[in-house]
């Protein structure tokens, strides 16, 4: 349920509440509203438009040789157009990018991106690996919502909805004045490019693929768990599911939706991820791209995967912030982009960091 209705629906109970119990209410109907919506029964979901080249914009740091380099390869793998192509400079603080800018500096960031952009860019996409943070919110959440400065009192506690959530929407500038936004890692400039063509061969995706949700015995990670699709209700012509419990997948090659529950996923090297494949784990810092307490959201992309996402600070295990499998399946399914598909599947992506390259669509409609 979009927050604006949900909002209007509740109000007049909400009125006569403690005001203690009104969080309580508004999180128990939000989550009852969205898991009704998810199973109910209803037709197969109709093709729909995927993002567009002309639609995205790429953000290109100067300063950043590998910026500069995956930022060139990416505008001619995809054909974006040179209007689209914004060029900043976010400098080096010794030897090194800044994991995390402040919101002022950020503030400025965004000004000079948003002043170089037409009313026909939906999305962008910021071609490097640091900086990914504003304070406790993510560069991509901070960017495309503005930055949430109160998130940051209380990283645990509910965060900003996105209007984008679980949307119909096939222009979230035009219809909602929200430019969706990921970034593209460029560590190494050769496993970028690798990772492009992923995205590129994805909209040529003829082989069978399976998406794999795993129930693990880490249980405070499981929160997504009544979320994962149930069986029969998506064409095996279309896409094989598997729900396991189990710590651990390995030894499959057909991965082309991969969601668990660790702090570090083991066996990735075992896997075989098809193009445009989307994987994630629920844990706490798989944002947080540089650091090392938690398994980083860039071994997925090296594994093989396309897309992926992580929070970039301690977010409890809220499934709000996290993707909701049914949602991220059926947008993706449906024909939309990653950077789409992965948009509309989280309801609180404030903390959330989004990567991988964006306009991988194996479902494109044709």
């Given at each position: ?239 094989t599911t598997k729900v396991i419990q189990a710590d651990v997948l390995e030894g499959v ?114």
């Amino acid at each position: 349920m979009r927050p604006n209705l949900q909002a209007y629906l509740r109000a007049p109970l909400r009125a006569f509440l403690p005001a203690p119990l009104r969080a309580v209410f508004s999180c128990c109907l939000f989550q009852l509203c969205v898991v009704g919506a998810l199973h109910a029964p209803s037709a197969h979901a109709e093709s729909a438009p995927a993002l567009k080249p002309g639609q995205l914009a790429i953000v290109i740091n100067d300063e950043d040789p590998n910026s500069v380099a995956v930022g060139a390869y990416y505008r001619k793998r995809r054909d974006i157009p040179a209007a689209n192509v914004v060029h900043v400079r976010i400098p080096r603080v010794g030897q090194s990018l800044p994991r995390s800018l402040t919101p002022a500096k950020f503030r400025l960031l965004k000004e000079e991106i948003d002043a170089k952009l037409g009313p026909e860019v939906q999305a962008v996409l910021m071609v490097w690996t640091a900086p990914y943070a504003v304070d406790c919110n993510s560069i991509t959440g901070a960017y495309t919502l503005g930055f949430d400065g109160g998130q940051c009192a209380k990283t645990c506690a509910a965060g900003q909805p996105s209007p984008y959530f679980n949307s119909k929407s096939a222009k979230p500038f035009s219809d909602h004045q929200m430019r969706i936004s990921m970034l593209l890692p460029t560590e190494s400039v050769q496993d970028a490019k690798d990772l492009i063509d992923r995205g590129v061969t994805a909209g040529f995706r003829t082989v069978p693929a399976t998406a794999y949700f795993l129930t693990t015995s880490e249980k405070a990670r499981n929160t997504r768990a009544g979320f994962f699709p149930r069986p029969g209700r998506i064409p095996a012509r279309r896409l094989t599911t598997k729900v396991i419990q189990a710590d651990v997948l390995e030894g499959v090659q057909d991965v082309l939706v991969y969601q668990t529950g660790m702090a570090h996923v083991a066996k990735l090297e075992t896997i075989g991820f098809v193009p445009g494949a989307l994987a994630d784990h629920l844990t706490s810092l798989g944002g947080d791209l540089l650091g090392s307490s938690q398994m980083s959201s860039l071994r997925w992309l090296e594994a093989g995967a396309t897309a992926s996402y992580g929070t970039v600070s301690e977010p409890c295990n809220h499934w709000q912030k996290f993707p909701n499998p049914s949602v991220l399946l059926r947008h993706y399914l449906s024909g939309n982009s990653a950077i789409e598909a992965y948009w509309k599947s989280v309801a609180w992506p404030v903390q959330g960091l989004f990567i991988g390259e964006p306009l991988a669509a194996p479902y494109r409609a044709r």
